[in-house]
Protein backbone atom coordinates (compact mmCIF):
# COMPACT_ATOMS: atom_id res chain seq x y z
CA UNK A 1 0.00 0.00 0.00
CA UNK A 2 0.95 3.68 -1.16
CA UNK A 3 1.71 6.03 2.15
CA UNK A 4 0.46 9.09 -0.34
CA UNK A 5 -3.06 8.65 -0.62
CA UNK A 6 -5.12 10.41 -3.51
CA UNK A 7 -8.88 10.50 -4.04
CA UNK A 8 -11.00 9.96 -6.13
CA UNK A 9 -9.28 6.68 -7.85
CA UNK A 10 -11.46 7.48 -10.95
CA UNK A 11 -13.08 10.85 -12.30
CA UNK A 12 -15.58 11.35 -14.89
CA UNK A 13 -16.91 14.79 -15.25
CA UNK A 14 -17.94 17.23 -18.42
CA UNK A 15 -16.12 20.00 -19.56
CA UNK A 16 -18.54 22.47 -17.73
CA UNK A 17 -17.86 20.84 -14.62
CA UNK A 18 -15.85 22.02 -11.45
CA UNK A 19 -14.07 19.16 -9.41
CA UNK A 20 -10.98 18.90 -7.27
CA UNK A 21 -7.97 16.26 -7.45
CA UNK A 22 -7.09 15.49 -3.76
CA UNK A 23 -3.69 14.16 -1.87
CA UNK A 24 -2.38 13.19 1.30
CA UNK A 25 0.76 12.43 2.85
CA UNK A 26 1.95 11.78 6.78
CA UNK A 27 6.11 10.63 5.90
CA UNK A 28 6.31 14.77 7.04
CA UNK A 29 7.59 15.45 3.49
CA UNK A 30 8.08 18.94 2.72
CA UNK A 31 8.41 18.75 -1.61
CA UNK A 32 4.57 17.28 -2.62
CA UNK A 33 3.95 17.43 -6.93
CA UNK A 34 0.95 17.04 -9.36
CA UNK A 35 1.98 14.57 -12.32
CA UNK A 36 -0.20 13.99 -15.46
CA UNK A 37 0.28 10.72 -16.98
CA UNK A 38 -1.09 10.15 -20.39
CA UNK A 39 -1.61 5.81 -21.67
CA UNK A 40 1.86 4.17 -22.11
CA UNK A 41 3.69 7.22 -21.53
CA UNK A 42 6.00 8.26 -18.49
CA UNK A 43 5.21 11.22 -16.00
CA UNK A 44 5.25 14.50 -16.90
CA UNK A 45 5.56 17.20 -14.53
CA UNK A 46 3.04 19.94 -13.94
CA UNK A 47 3.37 21.37 -10.26
CA UNK A 48 5.84 21.22 -7.29
CA UNK A 49 5.22 22.79 -4.33
CA UNK A 50 7.99 22.93 -1.48
CA UNK A 51 7.37 24.36 2.08
CA UNK A 52 4.19 24.68 1.01
CA UNK A 53 4.57 27.24 -1.76
CA UNK A 54 4.05 26.87 -5.03
CA UNK A 55 7.56 26.67 -6.74
CA UNK A 56 7.21 25.26 -10.51
CA UNK A 57 4.43 25.71 -12.47
CA UNK A 58 5.62 23.33 -15.42
CA UNK A 59 3.34 26.03 -18.25
CA UNK A 60 0.05 24.33 -17.03
CA UNK A 61 -3.02 26.03 -18.16
CA UNK A 62 -5.21 27.80 -15.89
CA UNK A 63 -7.77 25.29 -16.11
CA UNK A 64 -5.45 23.23 -13.75
CA UNK A 65 -5.11 24.81 -10.12
CA UNK A 66 -3.12 24.18 -7.68
CA UNK A 67 -3.40 24.45 -3.73
CA UNK A 68 -1.46 22.91 -0.84
CA UNK A 69 -3.75 23.97 2.49
CA UNK A 70 -0.85 22.70 4.91
CA UNK A 71 2.08 20.76 4.78
CA UNK A 72 0.29 17.03 4.72
CA UNK A 73 -2.49 17.74 1.71
CA UNK A 74 -2.39 19.15 -1.62
CA UNK A 75 -5.52 19.59 -3.69
CA UNK A 76 -5.67 20.34 -7.78
CA UNK A 77 -8.56 22.28 -8.73
CA UNK A 78 -10.16 21.45 -12.14
CA UNK A 79 -12.83 23.92 -14.14
CA UNK A 80 -13.15 23.77 -18.07
CA UNK A 81 -11.21 20.70 -19.19
CA UNK A 82 -10.97 19.70 -22.26
CA UNK A 83 -10.97 16.14 -23.38
CA UNK A 84 -7.23 16.13 -23.93
CA UNK A 85 -7.01 16.70 -20.70
CA UNK A 86 -8.11 13.05 -20.05
CA UNK A 87 -5.22 11.32 -18.11
CA UNK A 88 -3.90 9.60 -14.70
CA UNK A 89 -2.58 12.79 -12.69
CA UNK A 90 -0.34 11.67 -9.90
CA UNK A 91 0.57 13.23 -6.85
CA UNK A 92 4.21 12.53 -4.80
CA UNK A 93 5.82 14.03 -2.44
CA UNK A 94 9.45 13.80 -0.88
CA UNK A 95 11.62 14.99 1.91
CA UNK A 96 13.12 18.33 1.34
CA UNK A 97 12.02 21.09 -0.75
CA UNK A 98 14.48 22.30 -3.30
CA UNK A 99 15.94 20.07 -6.11
CA UNK A 100 15.27 16.44 -6.73
CA UNK A 101 18.09 14.64 -5.12
CA UNK A 102 15.69 12.42 -2.82
CA UNK A 103 13.26 9.87 -3.83
CA UNK A 104 9.59 11.15 -4.98
CA UNK A 105 7.15 8.63 -3.20
CA UNK A 106 3.83 8.55 -5.65
CA UNK A 107 -0.03 7.75 -4.97
CA UNK A 108 -2.08 5.25 -7.18
CA UNK A 109 -3.15 8.30 -8.96
CA UNK A 110 -6.66 9.74 -9.95
CA UNK A 111 -7.76 8.46 -13.40
CA UNK A 112 -9.61 11.71 -15.00
CA UNK A 113 -11.49 11.07 -18.32
CA UNK A 114 -13.64 13.96 -19.45
CA UNK A 115 -16.69 13.86 -21.58
CA UNK B 1 18.10 -10.28 -22.23
CA UNK B 2 18.11 -6.11 -22.82
CA UNK B 3 16.28 -3.53 -23.61
CA UNK B 4 16.74 0.44 -24.46
CA UNK B 5 13.75 2.10 -23.38
CA UNK B 6 13.70 4.43 -26.13
CA UNK B 7 14.33 1.87 -28.90
CA UNK B 8 12.72 -1.42 -27.88
CA UNK B 9 9.97 -0.57 -25.03
CA UNK B 10 9.25 -4.60 -24.51
CA UNK B 11 11.39 -6.96 -23.08
CA UNK B 12 10.01 -10.56 -22.09
CA UNK B 13 12.21 -12.56 -19.91
CA UNK B 14 11.98 -16.45 -18.33
CA UNK B 15 11.15 -16.83 -14.51
CA UNK B 16 14.30 -17.59 -12.87
CA UNK B 17 16.46 -15.42 -15.03
CA UNK B 18 18.17 -12.04 -15.20
CA UNK B 19 17.09 -9.46 -16.68
CA UNK B 20 18.58 -5.88 -17.51
CA UNK B 21 16.99 -2.54 -18.52
CA UNK B 22 18.87 0.20 -20.10
CA UNK B 23 18.40 4.05 -20.55
CA UNK B 24 19.92 6.29 -22.17
CA UNK B 25 19.41 9.85 -20.13
CA UNK B 26 20.04 13.11 -21.02
CA UNK B 27 21.41 15.86 -19.73
CA UNK B 28 25.31 15.56 -18.50
CA UNK B 29 24.39 17.69 -15.41
CA UNK B 30 22.28 15.13 -13.71
CA UNK B 31 23.28 13.95 -10.10
CA UNK B 32 20.76 11.91 -9.00
CA UNK B 33 18.88 8.89 -10.94
CA UNK B 34 16.18 6.71 -10.13
CA UNK B 35 14.39 3.53 -11.00
CA UNK B 36 10.71 3.03 -10.75
CA UNK B 37 8.20 0.11 -11.39
CA UNK B 38 4.71 1.17 -12.26
CA UNK B 39 2.38 -1.82 -12.63
CA UNK B 40 -1.00 -1.66 -14.09
CA UNK B 41 -3.16 0.73 -12.21
CA UNK B 42 -0.53 1.89 -9.85
CA UNK B 43 1.58 4.64 -9.70
CA UNK B 44 5.12 4.11 -9.61
CA UNK B 45 6.99 2.67 -7.19
CA UNK B 46 10.41 3.53 -5.94
CA UNK B 47 13.04 0.70 -6.58
CA UNK B 48 16.51 1.75 -6.10
CA UNK B 49 18.53 5.23 -6.06
CA UNK B 50 21.89 6.20 -7.38
CA UNK B 51 23.78 9.02 -6.98
CA UNK B 52 26.72 10.37 -9.62
CA UNK B 53 29.58 9.89 -7.10
CA UNK B 54 28.80 6.15 -7.16
CA UNK B 55 28.91 3.74 -10.36
CA UNK B 56 26.77 0.91 -9.04
CA UNK B 57 24.64 0.43 -6.13
CA UNK B 58 22.72 -2.78 -5.10
CA UNK B 59 19.93 -3.38 -3.66
CA UNK B 60 17.43 -6.57 -2.98
CA UNK B 61 17.47 -8.14 -6.31
CA UNK B 62 18.18 -5.42 -7.66
CA UNK B 63 21.63 -3.68 -8.95
CA UNK B 64 21.78 -0.55 -10.41
CA UNK B 65 24.79 0.78 -13.08
CA UNK B 66 25.57 4.65 -13.70
CA UNK B 67 27.86 5.18 -16.54
CA UNK B 68 28.07 8.70 -16.76
CA UNK B 69 30.85 8.44 -19.40
CA UNK B 70 28.01 7.56 -21.78
CA UNK B 71 25.08 8.66 -20.23
CA UNK B 72 23.48 5.52 -19.35
CA UNK B 73 22.12 3.48 -16.54
CA UNK B 74 20.74 0.24 -16.68
CA UNK B 75 18.87 -1.50 -13.86
CA UNK B 76 19.28 -5.66 -13.52
CA UNK B 77 16.96 -7.86 -11.70
CA UNK B 78 18.48 -11.13 -10.68
CA UNK B 79 16.23 -14.16 -10.82
CA UNK B 80 13.05 -12.58 -12.16
CA UNK B 81 9.74 -13.98 -11.12
CA UNK B 82 6.17 -13.11 -12.29
CA UNK B 83 5.58 -10.39 -10.20
CA UNK B 84 8.12 -8.49 -11.76
CA UNK B 85 6.23 -7.94 -14.77
CA UNK B 86 5.33 -4.06 -15.29
CA UNK B 87 6.22 -0.91 -16.85
CA UNK B 88 10.28 0.24 -15.06
CA UNK B 89 11.04 3.72 -15.96
CA UNK B 90 14.30 5.44 -15.22
CA UNK B 91 14.58 9.30 -14.07
CA UNK B 92 17.07 11.36 -13.61
CA UNK B 93 17.29 15.26 -12.10
CA UNK B 94 17.71 16.90 -15.02
CA UNK B 95 14.58 18.80 -15.35
CA UNK B 96 14.15 22.52 -15.00
CA UNK B 97 15.12 23.69 -11.66
CA UNK B 98 16.88 19.94 -10.99
CA UNK B 99 13.31 18.32 -11.07
CA UNK B 100 12.68 15.00 -12.16
CA UNK B 101 12.11 13.98 -15.88
CA UNK B 102 11.14 10.58 -17.00
CA UNK B 103 12.65 8.12 -19.62
CA UNK B 104 9.89 6.46 -22.05
CA UNK B 105 9.79 3.71 -19.91
CA UNK B 106 10.95 -0.49 -20.76
CA UNK B 107 7.63 -2.95 -20.02
CA UNK B 108 8.92 -5.99 -18.73
CA UNK B 109 6.85 -9.23 -18.97
CA UNK B 110 8.03 -12.52 -17.31
CA UNK B 111 7.48 -15.43 -19.19
CA UNK B 112 6.52 -18.89 -17.03
Known amino acids: DTEVTQTPKHLVMGMTNKKSLKCEQHMGHRAMYWYKQKAKKPPELMFV???????INESVPSRFSPECPNSSLLNLHLHALQPEDSALYLC??????????????FGDGTRLSIL | GESVGLHLPTLSVQEGDNSIINCAYS??????FIWYKQESGKGPQFIIDIRSNMDKRQGQRVTVLLNKTVKHLSLQIAATQPGDSAVYFCAENGGSARQLTFGSGTQLTVLP
Open chain 2, 27 to 32: NSASDY
Open chain 1, 92 to 105: ASSHGGGESNQPQH
Open chain 1, 49 to 55: YSYEKLS
